[in-house]
């Protein structure tokens, strides 16, 4: 193989926004492909770790 083209992502807090980036990423048609690092899924209640008072997307159960 000649050379292996990887997209990287890592932490997202699922509930604080939309993260078009990931949409983009998956329409790429250039990547072998996508290694993703973890995220703050389940790890936190709604509103407890992000940057604005909003809870785009809540997720249940709340916690783990």
């Avoid at 932490?11 to 926004?17: F, H, I, K, L, S």
């Avoid at 939309?18 to 389940?42: Q, T």
Wanted: hydrophobic share 35%; net charge negative.
């Amino acid at each position: 193989m000649d050379r292996l083209k990887f997209g990287v992502v890592s932490c997202a807090n699922w509930q604080a926004g939309y993260f078009s980036s990931y949409r983009h990423l998956a329409a790429r048609g250039d990547l072998d492909a996508v290694l993703h690092l973890g995220d703050y899924l389940y790890e936190y209640g709604p509103g407890e770790y992000q940057a604005r008072d909003v809870v785009v997307r809540p997720h249940e159960p709340p916690t783990k």
